[in-house]
C-alpha cells in the first residue's frame, strides 16, 4: 500500500525524491535533535497521482491528512479546528526535489476564523492575532483563488487613513471591520474565504500542487534544466510566531557568504515579523550581526546550529529561522545557492579543511556557473571618471550597461529588439522571471542580500544591485529618481554587482583573468578528466584566449572566417566571378598569401598543441553581394559589367544553400581552392619545420556523404603535398586527412568513410539540421511552442538530442572503430561545449569536444565530472 504522508521523524536527507528537499531536510533536522517545529510531509508521487486525477485529493488523500492532522495535535497539545484556547495553526509550503526559490507557493498561519481569531487575541494580544488573519486571508486570496495580493495592501492604506491611525492602533470593533473589507474583496472576485479550518487546509494543499505547473516553475525549470515530472511536495508544519513581539523575530542566514564564499554568517533579520518579510523586501532587516548585540544567547545557539548543519551536510547551508518570544526554531535548511565565485571558494576551502576530498569539489561546482568566473569587470579608468548615481548592496557580480525597463514584459519587448536591458524594479517578484532571464542587470530599491531579486539573480548568475534605497522608482512613470536626478526608460546606466554601484551612462568592460583558484580547480579537472577539451578559433586572439583557457588544441579552424577581410573578400569575389584562367589564377595567388600567413600565425600560436583544419564548407553565394549598390562598386572595381555582373550573381544563388553546392562538392567541382588552402597549410607548416617547430598538419573535409567523394578530393590533396615537399626540398612529415560527420549518410557508411579517413570530427550542427530537418537559424520561431506543448524538452541545436543525432553517433563510432580501433573522433558543433551534453559523448567513446574559446573552462569541468559520475556508476 502506498504511503502518502510521513511525519517529519520518518524521513531522511536521503528522501529527497519523495519528500523533496525540504521535507527531507525536515527530516534530518528532526533526527539531528534541532528544534524544528513538528510537521508532516505529503509526498511528491502524491502531486504527480493529483495532477493527473484530481478526485484522488477526495478519494484518498483527504482521509491521509486528517490522520496526519490529529497526530500533529497530539504533538503539539494543541487544536487545528474547534474553540479550545490552545489553537494549533500550521503553515503549507511547497517544496520540490530541487530548490526553486520563490516559484512555487506558500500560505501560513492556516486554521483562523472570525471565532478563532478572537480566541487567539485573547491568549495573545488584539494586534497579533489580527496580523496573524489578515495575512492568511491575503495569502489565501493569492494562492488559492489567483487575486492580486495587491489589493489588500491597498484596502489596509485606504482603512488606515480613514480611520487616521496606524493597524497596530486599532481597536477590535476596528480590526473587525477591516476583516470584512479583506472578506469583500473575496465576494468581488466571486469567491468565500472557508471558516472551516480543514477546508482552508484542503484548498492550500491543492493550490501548492497546482502551483508546480504554474508559468514561473516551468520557466525557471527550463532554465535551470529541471525535469517537469517530479512534482513537489507538501509540507505542513505547526507555526511559529516571529510576530508575536519585540523579542521574536524571523531571519535568513548562510553559513559562509554566498557571494564571496568567506566563512562568516551572512543573513539578515527582522524583529516582529514572518518570514515572508525577510524575502519580500517590505521591510529593511538587520545584518545578522546584531543579533549577537539584541539576543546574545540566541545569536550563540543559532553559530551553533549552523555549524552542526554545514559540519553534517558538509556544504553551506541557507537556513531560515524563527524566534518565538526569545526561543529559536530552525525551519528550514538547505544547501545554500551561491555565486561561481563564492561557490569555488567554498568547495576549496572544504577541501583544505578535510571536509570534502578534491573529487567531491569538482562535482560541487557547475559548468555552466564558470562563465560567472570569467565575468567582465568595469575598467579602473573608467570607473574613476563615471558619473555616480546611487549605491546599493552588491547581491550578484558581474557588470553590465543597458537601457533602464520598469516591467518584466517591457524587458522582454526590447530584449527581442536586440537591444540589452537592465530591469529595475522596487522588488522582484516571482512573475518578474521572464523578465529577469533576459535582462543584463537587476537593480531593485528594496529589499536585502536574501531577497528574491539577490537569491535569483545569483542563481542565474545575473549582475544584481539589491536595496538601493537612495532611487525612487515610479512604474507608472516609467521613471527612476535619485536626488532631483530623473531618468526614464531607455536611459542608459552601469551596474556593478561587485560594489553596489550604480553609474549613469556605459562604461567599457574588462574580462577579469587569471584566476588562480579556478585554475587550481581545472588542474584538478585534468588529473581525472578521460576527454580532451579543444577549442573552435581561428583567430590568433581566439586561439590565445583558448590557449589560455587550457584547451589541448583546436578541434575546429574553419576557413571561411578567414575570408571577410575588406581585401580578402574582394579577392575571394574576383575567383568565384573569375571570367577567364588567367583571372582565377591572380585571386588564388593573393588568397594563398593570406592564408598562408594566416596559417603560419596560427600554428606559432598553438605550438605543439593539435588543430585540425576544416577547408572551404559555405556556397560560394554567401561571398558575393546581394545589393544593387554594393554589387555596382564591385563591378567597378573587377572592371566588370554590372548588369553581367547581376546576371552572374543571380545564377550562383541556390534554392536551398545549406543543402546544395557547399562543402566537399566544391572541392571536387572547384578542386583549385582546396588545393590553394592545402598549400597555405603546408607551405606554412615546412616553413616552420624549417625553423624548428614540428608541425603535424590536421586537414578536414567538410559534408562528406559517400567513400568515393573522400577518395577523390584526398587523392589530389595528397598528390599536391607530396609536390610542395619535393619543391622545398623538404624531408616528408606526418600530418592527416580526416572529415566531418555532419550527414545521416556519412553515420550509417562510417565503415567505409573510416577507411579513407585519419580522423572523425562529429559536426552537430548541421547533424542536427539533417536528421530533424530543422533550420538552425530558423528554429526560434517555433521551438518556444514546442516547448509548450511538451514536443521538445530542449533545443537539440544546444543539448543532445540522444536518441536520434545521438544514436546516429553512436552507430557511426562503432562502426568507424570497427575498421580502425584507435581513430580519433571528436564533437566540434554548437553542444561540444555543452556540459548536459558532454557524459552522453563520453559515454559513446569521443575522443575529445571541442566548443568556442570562452566554454572551454566549462567543459574542462564538465569532462571531468563525466569521468568521475562514470567512476560512481
Not at 139 to 150: E, L, P, T
Not at 240 to 254: E, K, L, R
Not at 347 to 355: C, K, N, R, T, Y
Not at 490 to 496: A, F, N, P
Request: hydrophobic share 40%; net charge negative.
Amino acid at each position: 500500500m502506498t504511503k502518502w504522508i510521513y511525519s517529519f521523524e520518518e524521513g531522511s536527507a536521503n528522501d529527497k525524491d519523495l519528500l523533496g528537499g525540504k521535507g527531507a531536510n525536515l527530516a534530518e533536522m528532526s533526527n539531528l535533535g534541532l528544534p524544528v517545529p513538528p510537521g508532516f510531509t505529503i509526498t511528491t508521487q502524491s502531486c504527480i497521482k493529483y495532477l493527473d486525477n484530481p478526485d484522488f485529493f477526495d478519494s484518498t488523500l483527504k482521509e491521509e491528512v486528517l490522520k496526519a492532522l490529529a497526530l500533529l495535535e497530539i504533538k503539539t497539545d494543541k487544536y487545528f479546528s474547534g474553540e479550545d484556547p490552545h489553537l494549533l495553526l500550521v503553515s503549507v509550503r511547497s517544496g520540490a526535489k530541487f530548490s526553486m526559490p520563490g516559484m512555487m507557493d506558500t500560505i501560513l498561519n492556516l486554521g483562523l476564523n472570525d471565532q478563532r481569531t478572537q480566541l487567539l487575541a485573547k491568549e495573545t494580544n488584539l494586534d497579533f492575532a489580527y496580523n496573524c488573519y489578515r495575512r492568511l486571508l491575503q495569502m489565501f486570496a493569492d494562492v488559492v483563488y489567483g487575486i492580486d495580493k495587491g489589493l489588500f495592501d491597498d484596502q489596509l492604506a485606504a482603512f488606515e487613513q480613514k480611520q487616521n491611525k496606524k493597524v497596530h492602533d486599532f481597536d477590535l470593533a476596528q480590526q473587525q471591520e477591516l476583516i470584512q473589507h479583506y472578506k469583500a474583496l473575496y465576494s468581488t472576485h466571486k469567491k468565500q474565504f472557508p471558516e472551516n479550518p480543514n477546508e482552508q487546509l484542503y484548498a492550500a494543499i491543492q493550490a501548492v500542487f497546482k502551483s508546480w505547473n504554474n508559468k514561473r516553475a516551468r520557466i525557471y525549470r527550463e532554465l535551470h534544466q529541471i525535469p517537469h515530472d517530479l512534482g513537489t511536495a507538501v509540507n505542513v508544519q505547526a507555526m511559529v510566531f516571529g510576530n508575536s513581539d519585540q523579542a521574536s523575530g524571523t531571519g535568513v542566514c548562510f553559513t559562509r557568504n554566498p557571494a564571496t564564499g568567506e566563512e562568516e554568517l551572512f543573513g539578515e533579520f527582522l524583529l516582529n515579523a514572518q518570514g515572508e518579510d525577510v524575502v519580500a523586501g517590505i521591510r529593511t532587516p538587520e545584518p545578522i550581526a546584531t543579533l549577537k548585540e539584541i539576543q546574545p544567547e540566541t545569536y550563540q545557539a543559532f553559530r551553533d546550529y549552523a555549524k552542526i548543519l554545514e559540519n553534517h551536510y558538509k556544504d553551506m547551508q541557507d537556513i531560515e529561522f524563527t524566534i518565538e518570544k526569545g526561543k529559536l526554531y530552525i525551519l528550514q535548511t538547505r544547501n545554500g545557492k551561491r555565486t561561481a565565485k563564492a561557490s569555488l571558494k567554498i568547495a576549496l576551502d572544504m577541501v583544505d579543511q578535510g571536509l570534502i576530498s578534491k573529487e567531491e569539489a569538482l562535482l560541487r561546482v557547475a559548468p555552466a556557473s564558470i562563465s560567472q568566473l570569467i565575468h567582465p569587470v568595469f575598467e579602473e579608468v573608467a570607473l574613476e571618471k563615471a558619473p555616480f548615481l546611487a549605491q546599493g548592496l552588491p547581491a550578484s557580480p558581474g557588470a553590465a550597461t543597458g537601457q533602464i525597463v520598469f516591467t518584466a514584459d517591457r524587458a522582454k519587448e526590447i530584449y527581442q529588439e536586440g537591444k540589452k536591458v537592465i530591469l529595475v524594479r522596487q522588488e522582484t517578484s516571482p512573475e518578474d522571471i521572464e523578465g529577469m532571464i533576459v535582462s543584463q542587470a537587476i537593480v531593485t530599491s528594496q529589499g536585502g542580500m536574501t531577497s528574491h531579486a539577490a537569491v535569483v539573480a545569483r542563481g542565474m548568475g545575473t549582475c544584481c544591485v539589491a536595496g538601493c534605497g537612495e532611487l525612487t522608482i515610479s512604474e507608472e512613470n516609467k521613471s527612476l529618481s535619485c536626488g532631483s536626478l530623473v531618468l526614464r526608460e531607455g536611459d542608459l546606466i552601469s551596474v556593478d554587482g561587485y560594489s553596489g554601484r550604480i553609474y549613469r551612462g556605459e562604461l567599457p568592460t574588462v574580462l577579469v583573468e587569471n584566476n588562480q583558484d579556478l585554475q587550481r580547480l581545472l588542474a584538478w579537472a585534468d588529473e581525472v578528466a578521460i576527454l580532451q577539451v579543444r577549442a573552435n578559433a581561428e583567430t590568433v586572439k581566439d586561439l590565445t584566449t583558448a590557449m589560455n583557457f587550457g584547451a589541448k588544441g583546436v578541434g575546429l579552424a574553419r576557413t571561411e572566417h578567414m575570408f571577410f577581410g575588406q581585401e580578402r573578400i574582394l579577392e575571394m569575389r574576383r575567383l568565384i566571378l573569375a571570367d577567364t584562367e588567367e583571372e582565377t589564377k591572380e585571386a588564388l595567388n593573393k588568397l594563398l598569401e593570406f592564408q598562408e600567413e594566416d596559417f603560419y600565425q596560427m600554428f606559432q600560436t598553438v605550438q605543439d598543441k593539435p588543430m585540425i583544419v576544416r577547408l572551404l564548407d559555405p556556397p560560394m553565394h554567401e561571398f558575393l553581394p546581394k545589393d544593387s549598390q554594393e554589387i555596382a562598386l564591385l563591378a567597378s572595381k573587377l572592371k566588370k559589367s554590372p548588369e553581367k555582373l547581376a546576371e552572374r550573381i543571380e545564377s550562383l544563388q541556390e534554392s536551398n544553400p545549406m543543402l546544395g553546392h557547399r562543402g566537399c562538392r566544391l572541392g571536387i567541382t572547384k578542386p583549385e581552392i582546396y588545393k590553394m588552402q592545402t598549400e597555405a597549410i603546408f607551405r606554412s607548416a615546412i616553413k616552420l619545420h624549417q625553423e624548428g617547430q614540428k608541425i603535424k598538419p590536421e586537414i578536414m573535409v567538410p559534408l562528406i556523404a559517400d567513400q568515393k567523394e573522400l577518395e577523390c578530393i584526398k587523392e589530389y590533396l595528397i598528390q599536391h603535398i607530396e609536390h610542395l615537399f619535393e619543391q622545398h626540398g623538404q624531408k616528408p612529415f606526418p600530418y592527416e586527412i580526416g572529415t566531418m560527420i555532419e550527414l545521416p549518410r556519412a553515420c550509417l557508411t562510417a565503415d567505409k568513410l573510416a577507411q579513407e579517413a585519419d580522423f572523425f570530427s562529429f559536426g552537430t550542427n548541421d547533424l542536427t539540421q539533417m536528421t530533424y530537418g530543422f533550420s538552425r537559424d530558423d528554429i526560434g520561431k517555433f521551438i518556444g511552442q514546442y516547448k509548450d506543448k511538451d514536443i521538445l524538452s530542449f533545443d537539440p541545436f544546444q543539448k543532445i538530442d540522444k536518441d536520434g543525432v545521438g544514436e546516429l553517433m553512436r552507430i557511426a563510432i562503432s562502426k568507424a572503430r570497427q575498421v580502425k580501433p584507435n581513430l580519433a573522433i571528436g564533437i566540434c558543433g554548437e553542444v561540444g561545449g555543452d556540459p548536459s551534453s558532454i557524459s552522453f559523448f563520453q559515454d559513446i567513446q569521443v575522443t575529445y569536444v571541442s566548443c568556442s574559446p570562452y566554454r572551454v573552462p566549462a567543459a574542462r569541468l564538465a569532462v571531468a565530472q563525466a569521468a568521475l559520475q562514470e567512476g560512481r556508476n
